[in-house]
């Protein structure tokens, strides 16, 4: 059996490969090596307000997803990002319900969005790692984000409409993130 890689979600790049969709960066953890996936606006809202730990003004279908799997005991144990085929990434999503295990075929970035909400892991395998993943600075060390790298992963709050920016607004007056909260501003102002 192929060695699993470890990954972690970083935030979102901001090279938009196609109109409507953003590019969602993995890091290899105890790694240098990062794997963009492209995800659709309503997934990547959806992950862009739990890595920002708000929440939406409404439950969205993850939250919907994640709540279904707590009132039925079922757990996620992982995610695993099996193969891709043309820039398309498939995953498999591993639950247990008591002593039953089930895989279920996912698209990655539904998989990502609901892992996030579970606090499950995500793993891919070395071959993808190999055909894919890209290594953003040599000399950084495995496991640490490169302050240059951090400056272009961040969370587009333009993906964001009105009131889930007015959430994200309150929550970052109320933690006294007021960088955050300057920029959150700004994003309501355009869309004003």
Not at 54 to 69: E, G, I, M, V, Y
Not at 103 to 122: G, M, N, Q, V, Y
């Amino acid at each position: 059996m192929e060695d699993k890689i470890r990954l972690s979600v970083l935030g979102f790049s901001f090279n938009q490969t196609q109109s409507g969709t953003y590019g969602l960066v993995l890091a290899e953890e105890d790694g240098v090596r990062r794997l963009m996936i492209v995800v659709g606006t309503p997934e990547a809202q959806s992950i862009a307000f739990k890595l920002q730990g708000s929440a939406p003004p409404r439950p969205l279908t993850h939250d919907l997803f994640q709540t279904l799997l707590s009132e039925l005991s079922i757990s996620l144990r992982e995610v695993n990002i099996y193969k891709c085929e043309n820039g398309v990434f498939f995953s498999r999503m591993t639950f247990r319900q008591g002593t039953k295990i089930i895989e279920i075929e996912s698209r990655t970035s539904d998989a990502i969005a609901i892992a996030l909400r579970t606090k499950s892991p995500i793993f891919t395998y070395e071959s993808i790692m190999r055909s894919e993943a890209v290594i953003l600075d040599e000399n950084s060390e495995p496991g640490n984000i490169q302050e240059d790298e951090k400056d272009n992963l961040a969370l587009d709050y333009s993906l964001l409409n009105k009131d889930e920016l007015e959430t994200l607004l309150k929550d970052a007056i109320d933690g006294e993130d007021y960088e955050l909260a300057s920029l959150l501003r700004d994003e309501l102002m355009k869309k004003k």
